[in-house]
């Protein structure tokens, strides 16, 4: 049986992800420096989660993404790159503290983290595409 929570996420992205490749494939200067807030934000978010997660990895490098999204734009990409294997690392880092205890931990920072990270991936993305032509190209 389908449990209704898949339900809600699936139905959630296929209304959202229309406007999200509208974001993204603007170009402004306006509408790349929200989604570089938003994303900046969501990188906060995730240091201070990833501490209640009891993660060391996973809060040190979105520290370094911090770091390197604010140093300059060459780095913007990397800093998406770092973003992806940080959803790899918190996954791992759960897993890992879960068979050290020998119980399944799972906690509301826990699925946040995992909720904002992967959130981040998507802004990450929107934020560093260069492509104007993404909308048209998802409704062919």
Known sequence: MIDLTYVIIFAA?????PFVLRIASSQKKETKQQLKLIFLGLLCAQIL?????GSK???????????LL???KSFNTLV??????NSVL????MIRLSDNLGYQVVSLPAVAAVFLVL????????????????LKKYFR
């Open 49 to 53: 989660l990833g501490f209640f997660v």
């Open 119 to 134: 959130i981040g991936n998507v802004f990450g993305l929107a934020y560093i595409n260069k492509d104007a032509n993404l």
């Open 90 to 93: 918190i996954f791992v880092e």
């Open 57 to 67: 990895l996973f809060p040190a490098v979105s520290f370094i993404q911090i770091l």
């Open 70 to 72: 604010l140093s300059g």
């Open 13 to 17: 992205v296929l209304i959202i992800s």
């Open 80 to 85: 998406v790159i770092l973003n992806f294997i």
